[in-house]
């Protein structure tokens, strides 16, 4: 009988043949063996699939799945998931690349602190001795009050206890902002570990469906919501409801204040959109922006 294996490393694959390679080839490198590497294609039109396909013939650590239907971005995470056996889930973008090392360091950092959740990369400011372990409220207080942006990661930059993601009931399916709402579910649940980083590589290319963020005024607002979102969601939460409740208050007053500055700027019809979206009166706009 065949034993699970420590990590599952996902890549979820649409149309990315030209980088698929690479990202696979990137994890037969690692130096850490005892993995399983699950590849789930959405419904590629290019060669993605007959070129993982080929991995797999060749190396029995590679599982490919392709969807009947198109599921889109977090769906799609959440499928790969559904067919891991493996203790950590460990995310790779088929346009991105794991270091030799990186599936070592980060599962021995997360087997350190054993009731941790989520492991998070962090660099730049906040960039300290690793691990760091930090409780649900410190976590937060981090992110929200000395602005150490410790929650502002991409699936990438994570490692996943398996058992807590399906509590937490996987990625919310909000196109842009799933990862950023399930960090705030884990760090209202669980404690986090602080990663160092550069051990992978994060590929920047014309194709990213993230590039929509940099265009989109009314993405980056929906942080802001799903940050609520994920603070809000409650299966046994560990956080103080003071906490959860003075945190809350920070991401509406930022919310408030991105709708008044868009209207100082005479960008009076993205204010107005962002007003809708929020579902709050003027006056309690207002009110959030100078409590």
Same mark, same amino acid.
């Given at each position: 009988?065949?034993?699970?294996?420590?990590?599952?490393?996902?890549?979820? !694959?649409?149309?990315?043949? $030209?980088? &698929? %390679?690479?990202?696979?080839?990137?994890? @037969?490198?690692? =130096?850490?063996?005892?993995?399983?590497?699950?590849?789930?294609?959405?419904?590629?039109?290019?060669?993605?699939?007959?070129?993982?396909?080929?991995?797999?013939?060749?190396?029995?650590?590679?599982? !490919?799945?392709?969807?009947? $239907?198109? &599921? %889109?971005?977090?769906?799609?995470?959440? @499928?790969?998931? =559904?067919?891991?056996?493996?203790?950590?889930?460990?995310?790779?973008?088929?346009?991105?690349?794991?270091?030799?090392?990186?599936?070592?360091?980060?599962?021995?950092?997360?087997?350190?602190?054993?009731?941790?959740?989520?492991?998070?990369?962090?660099?730049?400011?906040?960039?300290?001795?690793?691990?760091?372990?930090?409780?649900?409220?410190?976590?937060?207080?981090?992110?929200?009050?000395?602005?150490?942006?410790?929650?502002?990661?991409?699936?990438?930059?994570?490692?996943?206890?398996?058992?807590?993601?399906?509590?937490?009931?996987?990625?919310?399916?909000?196109?842009?902002?799933?990862?950023?709402?399930?960090?705030?579910?884990?760090?209202?649940?669980?404690?986090?570990?602080?990663?160092?980083?550069?051990?992978?590589?994060?590929?920047?290319?014309?194709?990213?469906?993230?590039?929509?963020?940099?265009?989109?005024?009314?993405?980056?607002?929906?942080?802001?919501?799903?940050?609520?979102?994920?603070?809000?969601?409650?299966?046994?939460?560990?956080?103080?409801?003071?906490?959860?409740?003075?945190?809350?208050?920070?991401?509406?007053?930022?919310?408030?204040?991105?709708?008044?500055?868009?209207?100082?700027?005479?960008?009076?019809?993205?204010?107005?959109?962002?007003?809708?979206?929020?579902?709050?009166?003027?006056?309690?706009?207002?009110?959030?922006?100078?409590?």
């Amino acid at each position: 009988m065949s034993t699970a294996p420590t990590v599952s490393v996902l890549t979820t !694959v649409y149309n990315r043949a $030209k980088f &698929l %390679g690479e990202c696979i080839e990137s994890v @037969q490198k690692s =130096k850490f063996k005892d993995y399983e590497h699950i590849i789930v294609d959405d419904g590629s039109s290019d060669e993605s699939v007959a070129i993982a396909k080929r991995y797999a013939v060749e190396d029995p650590k590679i599982k !490919v799945f392709v969807n009947e $239907k198109n &599921l %889109g971005d977090y769906p799609n995470r959440n @499928q790969a998931a =559904k067919y891991a056996t493996g203790k950590y889930l460990k995310y790779l973008d088929a346009d991105d690349m794991h270091s030799p090392y990186m599936l070592d360091i980060v599962i021995d950092c997360m087997e350190t602190h054993p009731d941790a959740g989520l492991g998070l990369f962090v660099h730049g400011k906040g960039s300290t001795h690793f691990p760091k372990y930090l409780n649900p409220e410190t976590a937060l207080s981090l992110h929200y009050i000395e602005n150490i942006r410790i929650l502002s990661r991409s699936p990438l930059g994570a490692i996943i206890k398996r058992a807590a993601f399906e509590a937490l009931g996987g990625f919310p399916e909000n196109q842009h902002v799933g990862d950023h709402e399930l960090w705030h579910r884990f760090a209202s649940h669980f404690p986090i570990v602080i990663l160092p980083s550069q051990l992978a590589h994060y590929r920047v290319h014309d194709d990213q469906q993230s590039q929509d963020n940099r265009t989109d005024l009314r993405v980056p607002f929906k942080y802001y919501d799903a940050a609520i979102r994920g603070l809000q969601f409650d299966r046994g939460s560990a956080l103080p409801s003071s906490t959860r409740a003075s945190i809350e208050q920070i991401i509406r007053r930022r919310q408030a204040r991105t709708i008044f500055v868009m209207m100082r700027r005479l960008r009076f019809k993205s204010a107005a959109q962002l007003k809708s979206q929020s579902n709050l009166s003027w006056g309690k706009l207002l009110s959030n922006a100078f409590s």
